[in-house]
């Protein structure tokens, strides 16, 4: 393919509260096996994007050991590969990203010495599969400067978190909001641009001349009416993971098996690093429905329209109904979880009760294991 990818996985967004307090919101696992990173990740490899660089900042322990080997993703290569970027104190500069401008910025000359004459530039944070050789057919066809992906959102959902965009009848942006109070328009931004790398580095000059670090506010929108920036509309399923509610409506939405299916079963493939571990085991008297149990899970009880992540225990006469249990939970006997997101790593005492009434539930416990 003709361009290189850049995945922005530095971000921190505080709304997702204490699940972010361990790890970039990129590492967060998804399907019970993913992190969130796998699908942008893949959607380059599955469109034969040859080099891509990653940049990271926030909590970035769990993402750069994620990361550790390129080769699931198919970029152990020798032309291109994938290419880790964090902050780096130099003669020149020591500060921290601040913003997306500014974290291309700070790495302008892996742009430089690329060869290829366009850039894709997604976000980390997002689930969704897509081929990035129709986004680029399409960038072509309309002589466009930089092309924004979007997508047509419910009338039910709330936009003011999103960037909003209204096109015209060619679907060239005339108007872009990031994060308006009041939103105009259900169309928003993917969080996925294509440009001209000659294009890319000549703005990103110019921004950190004029001291302007945010790729959408000082790029897009400041440059909306001079450049030619176009929409380039989805309808196949997208979600972003910025709040509690929505990775936990995420998750959710892998119960449903149409969308099981177009992850798992329809081409091209989402892949991960693979952890070897044993399957899955459902001891006697085990009541298992409409629910995703991961490998090295050991399961008692009774687990309904839920998804348990790696190597978590369940314990005798336990209830878990519409709740997220993540890598690595002992959950005691007679213990009631619902509505609820358990971190991982955690240990529930035996005979506790968590349910979330009126939204969900975050529960984070740290006690010890095993007591003598």
Not at 17 to 46: Q, T, W
Request: contains cysteine; hydrophobic residues 35%.
């Amino acid at each position: 393919m003709r361009a290189i990818g850049i995945i922005l996985a530095g971000g921190n967004s505080n709304k997702m509260g204490e699940l972010s307090e361990k790890r970039a919101v990129c590492a967060m696992p998804i399907a019970g096996h993913y992190r969130s990173i796998d699908f942008a990740l893949s959607n380059m490899s599955n469109s034969h994007i040859q080099t891509v660089g990653v940049i990271t900042q926030y909590n970035a322990g769990s993402l750069n050991e994620h990361l550790s080997s390129s080769k699931w993703w198919d970029f152990g290569r020798k032309q291109g590969g994938m290419f880790i970027f964090t902050p780096t104190q130099t003669a020149n500069n020591s500060r921290w990203y601040r913003g997306t401008a500014d974290a291309i910025g700070q790495n302008l000359d892996f742009l430089r010495k690329c060869h290829e004459p366009y850039v894709i530039i997604t976000s980390g944070d997002c689930v969704y599969k897509m081929d990035y050789n129709k986004l680029l057919e399409y960038h072509i066809s309309k002589q466009a400067d930089i092309t924004v992906v979007c997508k047509d959102m419910p009338a039910d959902v709330n936009t003011d978190r999103y960037g909003t965009i209204r096109m015209n009848e060619e679907s060239r942006i005339d108007e872009f909001e990031e994060k308006p109070v009041v939103a105009k328009s259900n169309t928003v931004s993917c969080g996925i641009y294509v440009i001209r790398r000659r294009q890319l580095i000549e703005l990103i000059e110019k921004a950190e001349a004029e001291e302007r670090f945010d790729f959408v506010r000082d790029i897009l929108v400041r440059y909306k009416d001079m450049k030619r920036i176009y929409g380039y509309k989805i309808k196949e399923y997208w979600s972003n993971i910025a709040t509690v509610e929505d990775y936990y409506k995420t998750n959710m939405d892998f119960l449903k098996p149409e969308v099981r299916n177009y992850f798992f079963n329809e081409y091209p493939n989402i892949y991960t690093k693979v952890i070897d571990l044993p399957p899955a085991k459902y001891n006697v008297g085990v009541r298992v429905k409409n629910s995703l149990i991961s490998s090295g899970c050991i399961i008692n009880g009774t687990v309904e329209d839920s998804l348990i992540f790696k190597e978590s225990f369940i314990g005798n006469n336990c209830y878990i109904k519409n709740s997220i249990i993540l890598n690595d939970v002992y959950i005691g006997d007679n213990t009631h979880i619902e509505n609820c997101i358990v971190e991982s790593h955690g240990t529930i005492q035996a005979n506790s009760y968590c349910k979330g009434e009126d939204k969900v539930k975050v529960v984070v416990e740290n006690n010890e294991r095993y007591v003598i």
